[in-house]
């Protein structure tokens, strides 16, 4: 089955917000056009050309506040972005906050309420996978407030 196949049957099948923060920065001009669908859940196939991303879910919480229904979940994500050049990767980054920064969505049985950008750090890593160069690698913390619909 191929990459994209396997992509889109991820996505009828399951339901989370790691899979709505994928669908959106897909969905965007600016960043599908630098990232387009290579957006992957922690592990990068090591054919997959830059720049990519991938997600990560650290944590889920059960808030529980007085002005919240009880027990909305919430989910706190890396999502990181690597790129060959510095400007490049921040250029995804700066398109991804902007996308992001307290988005508030629905797709495919998932309803998003808040996105919230909590921390964002840079760095230069070396990739597994053969003699290529380091990567730029900005990586931003995202809680996600979301429910099944």
């Known amino acids: 089955?191929?990459?994209?196949?396997?992509?889109?049957?991820?996505?009828?099948?399951?339901?989370?917000?790691?899979?709505?923060?994928?669908?959106?920065?897909?969905?965007d001009p600016a960043l599908g056009r630098l990232v387009g669908f290579r957006i992957y859940p922690m592990i990068v196939p090591t054919s997959a050309p830059m720049p990519f991303a991938t997600y990560q879910r650290n944590s889920v919480n059960r808030l529980q506040a007085i002005n919240s229904p009880p027990g909305v979940p919430t989910v706190d994500m890396s999502l990181s972005f690597f790129a060959e050049k510095y400007s490049e990767a921040r250029e995804i980054a700066d398109a991804s906050r902007k996308l992001l920064d307290h988005?508030?969505?629905?797709?495919?049985?998932?309803?998003?309420?808040?996105?919230?950008?909590?921390?964002?750090?840079?760095?230069?890593?070396?990739?597994?996978?053969?003699?290529?160069?380091?990567?730029?690698?900005?990586?931003?913390?995202?809680?996600v407030q979301w429910s099944e619909i």
């Open 1 to 27: 089955m191929e990459r994209a196949q396997l992509c889109q049957g991820e996505e009828t099948e399951m339901k989370y917000p790691e899979l709505v923060i994928r669908r959106a920065i897909s969905a």
């Open 103 to 143: 988005l508030r969505t629905s797709s495919q049985g998932v309803s998003v309420s808040n996105v919230t950008i909590e921390d964002e750090s840079e760095d230069m890593v070396q990739l597994e996978g053969g003699d290529i160069p380091p990567a730029w690698q900005i990586t931003m913390s995202l809680t």
